[in-house]
């Protein structure tokens, strides 16, 4: 089977730098397509992971604004609360604020999500109990201190409670997106790497196809020459090939042998003539 198939390999007749290109572009091959994956891998891992980033960064925002509208909204009723002269009660974006909170809803996920949907309960428990403001005020029965400390302020630490419950949810989110790009990143090397390791290994074994195909014939085939040169003795060297170092070696043969042929009749031809 193995005699057959070097049969068959040796019809297919490729010079010498056939062979050499083909070698080459076997290795520019190898180290192009794992760099052209390295490149895609981290392209598809950099948009994903950055678009998560941004949107991370993005909820954060907007629940810093969140944040900062309550709690100026509750610096403003504590405010009137200590304030006996009111000319108009403290006013609150709801609207604003309720769009902030819809747009979380829909940008988070996983545990993030319930602490947005506590966010939006806890601010209707607390914007409900504010609109007793005006009735506290007109009331003569009721402490306005008492009302702001034991029943608003609670509801406002709870709320204030989720937003930077989920405020940190958002950074320990953004945290590992971050990590995640890093392991990306170095993921996405690991083609180049075992392409420039499959490369090297490449070009050792091409280093040592031309040592032992054609280095070592040549000089060989040079060793040959000076014995036939020096010594006289016939040129007989011979290697398996098939390409245009074998056709050198069968030339220089050739032209030894008639070398041979040609000395040989001119020294019968002076041992005639003396």
């Given at each position: 089977?193995?005699?057959?198939?070097n049969n068959w390999w040796r019809?297919?007749?490729?010079?010498?730098?056939?062979?050499?290109?083909?070698?080459?572009?076997?290795?520019?091959?190898?180290?192009?397509?794992?760099?052209?994956?390295?490149?895609?891998?981290?392209?598809?891992?950099?948009?994903?992971?950055?678009?998560?980033?941004?949107?991370?960064?993005?909820?954060?925002?907007?629940?810093?604004?969140?944040?900062?509208?309550?709690?100026?909204?509750?610096?403003?009723?504590?405010?009137?609360?200590?304030?006996?002269?009111?000319?108009?009660?403290?006013?609150?974006?709801?609207?604003?604020?309720?769009?902030?909170?819809?747009?979380?809803?829909?940008?988070?996920?996983?545990?993030?999500?319930?602490?947005?949907?506590?966010?939006?309960?806890?601010?209707?428990?607390?914007?409900?109990?504010?609109?007793?403001?005006?009735?506290?005020?007109?009331s003569d029965f009721i402490n306005?201190?008492?009302?702001?400390?034991?029943?608003?302020?609670?509801?406002?630490?709870?709320?204030?409670?989720?937003?930077?419950?989920?405020?940190?949810?958002?950074?320990?989110?953004?945290?590992?997106?971050?990590?995640?790009?890093?392991?990306?990143?170095?993921?996405?090397?690991?083609?180049?790497?075992?392409?420039?390791?499959?490369?090297?290994?490449?070009?050792?074994?091409?280093?040592?196809?031309?040592?032992?195909?054609?280095?070592?014939?040549?000089?060989?085939?040079?060793?040959?020459?000076?014995?036939?040169?020096?010594?006289?003795?016939?040129?007989?060297?011979?290697?398996?090939?098939?390409?245009?170092?074998?056709?050198?070696?069968?030339?220089?043969?050739?032209?030894?042998?008639?070398?041979?042929?040609?000395?040989?009749?001119?020294?019968?031809?002076?041992?005639?003539?003396?």
């Open positions: 089977m193995f005699v057959k198939f019809q297919f007749r490729l010079s010498l730098r056939t062979k050499m290109i083909l070698a080459i572009l076997a290795i520019a091959v190898v180290l192009l397509m794992s760099s052209v994956i390295s490149v895609l891998e981290y392209r598809h891992m950099s948009n994903y992971v950055s678009g998560m980033i941004a949107d991370d960064i993005n909820d954060l925002h907007v629940t810093q604004r969140l944040v900062n509208a309550v709690d100026q909204y509750n610096l403003q009723l504590l405010a009137v609360i200590g304030d006996d002269n009111i000319s108009a009660l403290p006013d609150f974006d709801k609207e604003g604020f309720l769009a902030h909170c819809d747009s979380l809803r829909a940008s988070v996920a996983g545990t993030t999500a319930p602490l947005a949907d506590s966010v939006l309960y806890a601010y209707s428990a607390y914007m409900l109990a504010s609109t007793e403001l005006e009735e506290v005020l007109e306005t201190r008492d009302w702001y400390f034991n029943r608003l302020q609670p509801l406002f630490g709870r709320m204030r409670e989720y937003l930077d419950r989920l405020s940190e949810t958002i950074h320990t989110d953004l945290r590992q997106h971050s990590e995640n790009f890093d392991r990306g990143f170095y993921r996405s090397i690991i083609p180049s790497a075992v392409a420039l390791a499959v490369g090297i290994i490449l070009l050792f074994l091409l280093l040592a196809f031309v040592l032992a195909n054609y280095v070592d014939p040549i000089y060989k085939m040079l060793d040959y020459l000076r014995e036939y040169l020096g010594y006289r003795r016939r040129y007989t060297y011979t290697f398996d090939g098939n390409d245009q170092l074998a056709d050198l070696n069968q030339a220089v043969t050739d032209l030894t042998e008639e070398n041979r042929s040609l000395r040989k009749r001119m020294s019968e031809m002076k041992e005639k003539a003396e």
